[in-house]
C-alpha cells in the first residue's frame, strides 16, 4: 500500500523559507506513471495546488506562487521537497503531499497525512 | 485561472436520504473533474474522477455525472461515515478546488 509522509518544521519566522519533505513508501517515486505534488489548505479553508514534479524533475507551479516556491526530488531517496520563500502568515496551513495521476493536468489519488505549517515569529 | 463554485456551501441531510451537490466551473473543464471526500482532521480522499469514474474502493452510491461547466455528485443513500466536506477539482488547467460543500446530519 503506498504511504506518503510528509516532514519538516511546524513553526517558521516571517520572510524565512519552508522547507518540507516528502517521503514514499510502498512504491517507487520513479514511476512513470505517475506525478507528484504538494497542495496546501489553511485552517478552516479550502485546498489550493501548490505544484508538482515528474521524477525526472520536470515542474511545473501555480502561477500565483511561482515566485516563491520550488520543488525537488531525490529518487534516491524515494522523496521530493517543497521549499517556499519569503513567508507570511498567509502561509500558515495544512501542507499535503500527494501521488499525482496526470490526465491532462494532474488529480490526486494518493495522500500524506498533512502536516500543519504555522508562520509567525 | 479556471474558478470552481461549489453549492449548497452547507447541506443538511438525514441519514438513508439521496445529497446532490453541485459544482461550476468558470469555463468548459471537459470531463476533467474529479471530487473528494474530507474528514475533520483527515486527508482528502479521491472519490470520482474523470466526472463520473468511481475511483478504486468507492461505494456504488456515490456517483457523478456532468461535463462542460455543471457537474454533480450525488450520494444515494447516505451513511453515517458519508458526512464530511466534498470538493471539485478541476485538472484541464492547472489544477484548481472549489470551496468545498459540507454535509451534515439533519
Known amino acids: 500500500q503506498l504511504q506518503l509522509q510528509e516532514s519538516g518544521p511546524g513553526l517558521v519566522k516571517p520572510s524565512e523559507t519552508l522547507s518540507l519533505t516528502c517521503t514514499v513508501s510502498?512504491?517507487?517515486?520513479?514511476?512513470?506513471?505517475?506525478?507528484w505534488g504538494w497542495i496546501r489548505q489553511p485552517p478552516g479553508k479550502g485546498l489550493e495546488w501548490i505544484g508538482s514534479?515528474?521524477?525526472?524533475?520536470?515542474?511545473y507551479y501555480n502561477p500565483s506562487l511561482k515566485s516563491r516556491v520550488t520543488i525537488s526530488v531525490d529518487t534516491s531517496k524515494n522523496q521530493f521537497s517543497l521549499k517556499l520563500s519569503s513567508v507570511t502568515a498567509a502561509d500558515t496551513a495544512v501542507y499535503y503531499c500527494?501521488?499525482?495521476?496526470?490526465?491532462?493536468?494532474?488529480?490526486?489519488?494518493?495522500w500524506g497525512q498533512g502536516t500543519l505549517v504555522t508562520v509567525s515569529s | 485561472e479556471i474558478v470552481m463554485t461549489q453549492s449548497p456551501a452547507t447541506l443538511s441531510v438525514s441519514p438513508g436520504e439521496r445529497a446532490t451537490l453541485s459544482c461550476r466551473a468558470s469555463?468548459?473543464?471537459?470531463?476533467?473533474l474529479a471530487w473528494y471526500q474530507q474528514k475533520p482532521g483527515q486527508a482528502p480522499r479521491l472519490l470520482i474522477y474523470?466526472?463520473?469514474t468511481r475511483a478504486t474502493g468507492i461505494p456504488a452510491r456515490f456517483s457523478g455525472s456532468g461535463s462542460g461547466t455543471e457537474f454533480t455528485l450525488t450520494i444515494s443513500s447516505l451513511q453515517s461515515e458519508d458526512f464530511a466536506v466534498y470538493y471539485c477539482?478541476?485538472?484541464?488547467?492547472?489544477?484548481?478546488f472549489g470551496g468545498g460543500t459540507k454535509v451534515e446530519i439533519k
Open positions: 500527494a501521488r499525482a495521476i496526470m490526465i491532462v493536468e494532474p488529480l490526486f489519488d494518493y
Open positions: 510502498g512504491g517507487s517515486i520513479s514511476s512513470s506513471s505517475y506525478y
Open positions: 514534479i515528474y521524477y525526472s524533475g520536470s515542474t
Open positions: 469555463q468548459s473543464v471537459s470531463s476533467n
Open positions: 474523470g466526472a463520473s
Open positions: 477539482q478541476q485538472y484541464n488547467n492547472w489544477p484548481t
